[in-house]
């Protein structure tokens, strides 16, 4: 059974950065599409960035574009997404979900992802 678990969330003031990162368990290889989504409240689950199994192809939303990497170290199996010049509106809990149908793109679905982390609190402060 393949198990997420998010880590890195936490208070920043705007203009601060801060890391996640997702650590796999569960599986012998890194063959899985890796993505981060945020749900702020009262709102829907957004996506915010993808990067593919071999780690070649990576993309984001445009709310993040410039400002979050999402990169992974598959020897470590964990994913990280590193968000710069954070905003109040960047305010959410961040979930990354892995896809293991692998011979498909890297898709910014939530549908095409089977496994999900729990969650980690980011809060941005004005």
């Known amino acids: 059974q393949v198990q997420l678990v998010e880590s890195g969330g936490g208070l920043v003031q705007a203009g601060g950065s801060l890391r996640l990162s997702c650590t796999v368990s569960?599986?012998?290889?890194?063959?899985?599409?890796m993505g981060w989504f945020r749900q702020a409240p009262g709102k829907e689950r957004e996506f915010v960035a993808v990067i593919n199994w071999s780690g070649a192809n990576k993309y984001y939303a445009d709310s993040v574009k410039g400002r979050f990497t999402i990169s992974r170290d598959n020897a470590k199996n964990t994913v990280y997404l590193q968000m710069n010049s954070l905003k109040p509106e960047d305010t959410a809990v961040y979930y990354c979900a892995a896809d293991l149908v692998v011979s498909n793109p890297a898709s910014n679905r939530r549908v095409d992802y089977e496994n999900w982390g729990q969650g980690t609190q980011v809060t941005v402060s004005s």
């Open positions: 569960g599986r012998t290889s890194s063959n899985y599409h």
